[in-house]
C-alpha cells in the first residue's frame, strides 16, 4: 500500500489532521475541538481566562496531550497508522510550554501501553500556558524595552519591539512572579516545538523563524541574545536549547511504531 503523510495543525480552538498521498491527494481529514471533544478541561474557544486577571489566558497543556491521543485514535480507527510515513506539523505562535525535569525525562522513555497525557500530564512546571491571545505583560514589555534604550533599539536587536504576546516578556513574568515555577523549568518550548517533541521522543530546539518572534533572538547572529536573556536569567539559554533551521527533521519516536504493534 502507498505511503500516506500526515500534517498537523495545533490551533487554539482545535488539533487538525489531513492525510496526504505522495500526489497529495487528501485521503482523510480529522479534528479533535477542544471544547466539544474534552469538555473536562472547562475551556471557552480552547482557553481559559483568568478571573483574577482577565487579560491572562491560558490553554492547559494536559488538553494538548489528551487532544493527540484522541487524534492517534481516531487515525487507528480508520486504519491509517501503519501506513504513515513522515509527520509534519503546525502550531499557533507565541504560546510556550514549560517542561520539568521529570518531564524530560519522561519524554524520553515513553512506555507504549500508557496514554501520552497519563505519562506527561505531570512533567510540567506551570499545568496552563500562556498563549497568542494572552496580553497581561504590559509592565514586562516596557522592561524588555527599557532594558536595551528603548523600542527602537531593541526591534534592531529582534526585529519588533516588545509586544504582549512574545515569549520573552512571558518568560519574565514567570521568572518574576513564579520564581519556584522557573527554578523547576528544565526546558522551554514554544506551542510548535512543543507538537514535534511529542513525536520525536525528546525535546527538540525551537524553529528558527518561530524563535524571531520571542523578542529574544539576535536577527543578525541567529542566535539568542546573551543580553536579553541575562535579563530573565544566566540559564535562560540552557531552558531555550539551540535553535533549529527550518528543515530540520527527526526520527519518530518508537512509542508510535509500538503503539500500533501492539494494537
Aim: proline fraction near 3%; charge should be negative.
Amino acid at each position: 500500500m502507498e505511503p500516506l503523510f500526515l500534517g498537523l495543525d495545533l490551533s487554539t480552538q482545535k488539533l487538525k489532521a489531513v492525510i496526504v498521498t505522495e500526489r497529495l491527494d487528501v485521503v482523510n481529514e480529522l479534528s479533535v475541538d477542544f471544547d466539544k471533544d474534552l469538555p473536562e478541561f472547562g475551556t471557552t474557544n480552547g482557553v481559559h481566562v483568568s478571573r483574577n486577571e482577565p487579560k491572562r489566558i491560558t490553554s492547559p497543556v494536559r488538553m494538548w496531550l489528551k487532544a493527540v491521543d484522541l487524534l492517534l485514535d481516531k487515525l487507528e480507527k480508520r486504519g491509517l497508522v501503519g501506513r504513515i510515513a513522515a509527520i509534519g506539523g503546525c502550531a499557533q505562535q507565541h504560546g510556550t510550554i514549560y517542561w520539568s525535569q521529570i518531564g524530560t525525562h519522561s519524554l524520553t522513555n515513553l512506555k507504549p501501553d500508557v496514554s501520552l497525557e497519563e505519562q506527561l500530564s505531570s512533567g510540567f512546571s506551570i499545568q496552563d500556558s500562556p498563549i497568542w491571545m494572552d496580553s497581561s505583560t504590559c509592565f514586562e514589555c516596557k522592561e524588555f524595552e527599557d532594558f536595551v534604550g528603548g523600542p527602537e533599539i531593541l526591534s534592531k536587536i529582534t526585529g519588533s519591539r516588545a509586544y504582549y504576546r512574545f515569549s520573552g516578556p512571558q518568560i519574565l513574568k514567570l521568572f518574576q512572579q513564579q520564581r519556584d515555577a522557573y527554578r523547576a523549568t528544565a526546558r522551554i518550548s514554544l506551542i510548535s516545538s512543543f507538537l514535534c517533541s511529542l513525536f520525536a521522543g525528546k525535546v527538540v530546539g525551537i524553529d528558527l523563524s518561530d524563535g524571531s518572534g520571542m523578542n529574544l533572538l539576535d536577527l543578525r547572529s541567529k542566535k539568542w541574545s546573551k543580553k536579553l536573556a541575562g535579563l530573565i536569567g544566566d540559564d535562560l539559554e540552557e531552558k531555550l536549547g539551540d535553535l533549529k533551521d527550518n528543515g530540520s527533521n527527526w526520527k519518530i519516536s518508537d512509542y508510535y511504531v509500538e503503539i500500533r504493534l501492539q494494537s
